[in-house]
């Protein structure tokens, strides 16, 4: 256990390394962008002194390297600093949208991730068989189209015939019944491309086992083939298909962003693009960053599932 706890602080203090390397890389990429942003937002009409008004008052004027340090600074105090385009704190703006991503996260995982395992298992169990071709062959389709592709594919079938709503407006006041109903779509989307990775991976995880000698000898046995898999091969192959449902899981939560301009959907992804295309240089640099972190952070605790589902990995040797 002493060394599972040694993994996870270096883990975070990698992890927190890489955040800072991040912010760099957002706040460089940023300062990078050809014309002014002052100019950007207020237009063409704005005259010099308006421009250069602007610029004190958003702080724009100041050295770069000052003003990445302010914002440093402010985000270790929960303070993003104020939207150029709307005046607001960055903080206030992104409350609801995180939580609104989150729910889609968590929606379309607790639909992929038991379909995956199940579809792994059976795939496993099945090998060879037409099951497992259909299968294999269906997940491969559908992780090759790119996410928009599904999403306006779904619109196609499922919205235009009335089944459900093509824009997922949800809401804070809706009942979660409701706010399931409408944001079916994306969560389907979503679903449709990370089951497969998933579904793969566990299915490749428990075939590989199946070669191992106990396997061998619980076939001798006479175990039947579903009692070997469930209770002999699926406990030991844990740990490569926590890992990969870790990254999915993290890939859902930095993923949406095409699904929720696909749909509307009122989260950080789409905050983010509208931020983008109205140069709201100081929102972009907000979202990109809780992105990257919940990416680390989800990668930490794949690495620690992981360690944890195999008790050789929490033992020195």
């Known amino acids: 256990m002493e060394q599972l706890w040694r993994m996870i602080f270096q883990r975070l203090g990698l992890g927190l390394v890489t955040l800072f390397v991040i912010s760099l890389i957002i706040f460089a990429s940023i300062e990078l962008l050809p014309g002014d942003i002052a100019e950007e937002i207020l237009g063409q009409s704005a005259t010099p002194e308006s421009v250069a008004a602007f610029r004190a008052e958003m702080g724009l004027d100041r050295p770069p390297h000052e003003r990445y340090l302010e914002w440093v600074g402010g985000i270790f105090t929960g303070d993003f600093g104020v939207s150029l385009s ?7 703006l992104m409350a609801s949208r995180i939580g609104h991503t989150l729910f889609l996260a968590i929606y379309a995982a607790a639909i992929a991730v038991p379909l995956a395992l199940a579809l792994g ?37 499922l919205a235009q015939s009335g089944l459900f709503p093509a824009v997922a ?7 979660l019944l409701e706010k399931l109903y409408a944001s079916f779509l994306p969560a389907l989307t979503l679903t449709l491309v990370v089951t497969a990775h998933m579904m793969r991976m566990t299915r490749a995880a428990i075939i590989n086992l199946l070669a191992s000698p106990y396997i061998e000898m619980a076939r001798l046995k006479g175990v039947p083939p579903a009692r070997i898999i469930l209770r ?4 030991n192959a844990l ?9 999915n899981l993290a890939y859902l939560i930095t993923g949406v962003v095409v699904v929720e301009v696909v749909f509307f959907y009122p ?14 240089v100081f929102v972009v640099q907000a979202a990109s960053l809780i992105f990257a972190a919940a990416y680390v952070l989800l990668n930490l605790l794949a690495d620690v599932l992981a360690t944890l589902s195999n008790p050789r990995l929490t033992h020195t040797r």
């Open 121 to 157: 298992i059976l795939a496993a169990l099945f090998r060879n068989s037409v099951f497992d071709r259909v299968v294999n062959i269906g997940a491969l389709s559908s992780v090759s189209f790119p996410e928009f592709f599904l999403g306006y594919i779904l619109i196609y079938f």
């Open 169 to 175: 407006d949800i809401r804070p006041e809706m009942p």
């Open 86 to 92: 709307s005046r607001r704190p960055i903080s206030e």
């Open 267 to 280: 989260g950080l992804g789409q905050l983010l693009v509208d931020s983008v295309s109205k140069r709201d």
């Open 232 to 235: 002999h091969a699926l406990p």
């Open 239 to 247: 740990a490569p298909i926590i890992n990969v449902v870790a990254l």
